[in-house]
């Protein structure tokens, strides 16, 4: 960009040096894969409160999971491709009916014979509340990590929104349980859009929260919905060990909002005590995180405040998960290894400063020593943010093959 002896003019390198210095707070804040999205307006906000979201009238113990409920064409799909809002039955964290939101992405043209195969995409944090649903996002389609070759390949793409975005109940963040069942439960949807079919083969990819979700698909898939069959798990810096992951990025903005938001999701959907774990000053920070989403670059400007104040008062006891009912909820929801039939692609960033390199290779050595074929992909110089872009395309060529039923590679041991 030029520097002060460049002959730019000063009032040039101060814009820059500003621009520098909020890059550096977005990606610490942003918890997400690349989502390049304009702003998400109040249009989006108020199309989460219309009919197409809510179950209210709508007898969801009349629908097996996975039926799907309503459709409607969503524009902006990519070249070649049509794409589908919908909302869908699935099961909630006490075995009742709920209803789920997401996107449907098809290629055109005839259906190959015996359907299409299907890609399951789980996306990263985008915020726990209902307006924070990716489908509501106004350039979605550009935060599906490898969406256009997915479909030029001749997959159809599920993209589940996860229960609590889109629809009016509290989101499950970091649940790993409810993740796995709205992945599944959107393909099974996804069958029901035109052009799908009834190929029950189906990937996951998914990064970051997604990538947790991925993980927790391989644990769920078999008994959940033994009519599919899942060829693989794609993930890219999943969340493998929370207790880590809420108590040592404690220090950073993106391990505070992390933590923040998983207090405030499971006081609400577990019953567990939040006053017992944060300071009364925090109480109020914390809901105003809540409530916002991360979609946008301004996003990251309005959450800095509310971040920065959890760094002068969060928690009353640093050790919260040594206490119950968080130890147990956090041992829970940390992906155990999957089955050892399932072969794993695991995409990891060398500067990842949100997800340590170290635990996504600890986690590796769980899967090698399960039995599973693994492929571990390390990027040089690539953070948490970048991390599913830049391995989209490694993702999607190994899914391509577990389709082909090529015989998976493995880099266990080395």
Not at 340 to 349: C, D, E, K, S, Y
Request: a positive charge; charged letters at 15%.
């Amino acid at each position: 960009m030029g520097d002060v002896g460049s002959g730019r003019a000063p009032g040039i390198v101060i814009r820059v040096a500003r621009r520098k210095i909020l890059r550096r707070t977005f990606f610490a804040l942003l918890l997400a894969a690349e989502i390049a999205a304009s702003p998400t307006g109040g249009g989006s906000i108020a199309l989460a409160q219309t009919a197409f979201y809510s179950p209210v009238a709508i007898n969801l113990s009349a629908y097996r999971p996975g039926a799907l409920i309503r459709a409607e064409p969503m524009a902006g799909a990519p070249a070649a491709a049509n794409a589908w809002r919908i909302l869908y039955r699935s099961t909630g964290l006490h075995g009742e009916p709920i209803a789920v939101s997401g996107v449907v992405i098809v290629p055109r043209g005839v259906t190959p014979p015996g359907g299409r195969s299907i890609i399951a995409w789980a996306h990263p944090t985008t915020g726990i509340v209902a307006q924070c649903a990716p489908s509501l996002a106004r350039v979605f389609f550009r935060s599906v990590q490898g969406l256009q070759e997915m479909t030029e390949r001749g997959y159809a793409v599920a993209a589940t929104d996860y229960p609590g975005l889109g629809t009016p109940e509290v989101h499950p963040y970091l649940v790993g349980d409810s993740e796995g069942k709205a992945v599944i439960d959107s393909v099974r949807a996804a069958h029901s859009v035109p052009g799908v079919g009834n190929n029950p083969s189906f990937a996951v990819w998914g990064h970051s929260q997604g990538g947790q979700a991925a993980l927790f698909t391989g644990l769920l898939a078999a008994n959940y919905a033994p009519e599919l069959k899942l060829v693989g798990v794609a993930a890219a810096a999943p969340a493998t060990d929370l207790r880590t992951l809420m108590l040592s990025d404690l220090d950073t903005s993106g391990g505070r909002n992390i933590t923040a938001m998983t207090l405030w999701s499971w006081s609400r959907v577990y019953g567990a005590s939040i006053a017992d774990v944060v300071t009364p000053q925090a109480v109020p920070v914390i809901d105003r995180l809540a409530n916002l989403c991360i979609e946008r670059f301004f996003d990251a400007l309005i959450r800095r405040g509310p971040t920065q104040a959890l760094a002068r008062s969060f928690l009353r006891v640093r050790d919260f998960a040594d206490r119950q009912p968080w130890q147990t909820l956090l041992a829970q929801n940390t992906p155990a290894p999957l089955p050892a039939r399932i072969p794993v692609f695991l995409a990891q960033g060398t500067a990842d400063n949100l997800v340590s390199p170290s635990i996504t290779l600890a986690y590796r050595d769980k899967l090698c020593r399960q039995g599973n074929a693994v492929a571990l992909v390390m990027l040089p110089d690539t953070g948490h943010l970048f991390v599913a872009r830049n391995a989209a395309s490694a993702a999607i060529g190994w899914i391509a093959d577990r389709f082909n039923g090529v015989s998976p590679p493995s880099n266990c041991g080395r």
